[in-house]
């Protein structure tokens, strides 16, 4: 079964600071990989995802993620924090031809500070 | 378009009682996908429906919890009877296809708490 490893329930940053979220899957096979988020109160929102094609992927809110196979990880990073940016953060995979269910990773909560 | 919306958004039942949780996906949806957060844990996948027909419901705890979708719409999660280990928040999630190509919106969930 799949399984995915977010490393750091809670991450805090200065604002303007790098942000970087970290995610490793366990499948052999690449999965569909994404980045949720979810601000209090509120349902998740996809960040970004990768499916197939360019390995850099860039999502909304300056959010970007790199699959790198060799490593089994899907890092999310942003260059410059935002007080807006504090929230939780999941990492999700899905079997590629499994209907699409997802496994989540257990969450970064992300703390901005001025 | 309205998003994927959840009824109610806070349940406070006693163990034992029953409760039903409700959501309605983006009009149009065929797939909705019902996933829970026990506290402290990861999101986990509980059952998938297309259209009225479960399509994978190997997510389901026990036989206490009961996922309808009548006439392919929207879906009723029922929990009888309930038990403390039930206590998390409930999401709900449609998309167009199975595809990883299409995004599941989700809806902001149902905060179950069984005392």
């Not at chain 2, 009888?80 to 595809?99: M, R």
């Amino acid at each position: 079964a799949q399984s995915v490893t977010q490393l750091g329930s809670h991450v805090s940053v200065s604002e303007g600071a790098l942000v970087l979220l970290r995610c490793n899957y366990s499948s052999s096979v690449p999965p569909y990989l994404f980045w949720y988020v979810q601000y209090p109160n509120q349902g998740l929102q996809l960040l970004l995802k990768y499916t197939t094609g360019a390995t850099l992927v860039k999502g909304i809110n300056g959010f970007e993620a790199e699959f790198k196979k060799s490593e089994t990880s899907f890092h999310l990073t942003k260059p410059s924090a935002h007080m807006s940016d504090a929230a939780e953060y999941f990492c999700a995979v899905s079997d590629r031809g499994g209907g699409n269910k997802l496994t989540f990773g257990t969450g970064t909560q992300l703390k901005v500070e001025l | 378009e309205a998003g994927v919306t959840q009824f109610p958004s806070h349940s406070v039942i006693e163990k034992g009682q029953t409760v039903t949780l409700r959501c309605d996906p983006i009009s149009g949806h065929d797939n909705l996908y019902w996933y829970r957060r026990v506290m402290g844990k990861e999101i986990k996948f509980l059952l998938h429906f297309v259209k009225e027909s479960k399509q994978d419901e190997s997510g389901m705890p026990n036989n206490r919890f009961l996922a309808e979708r009548t006439g392919g719409t929207y879906s009723t999660l029922k929990v009888q009877p309930a038990e403390l280990e039930d206590s998390g928040v409930y999401f709900c999630a449609s998309s167009q296809d199975v595809s990883g190509y299409y995004e599941q919106y989700f809806g902001p969930g149902t905060r179950l708490t069984v005392t």
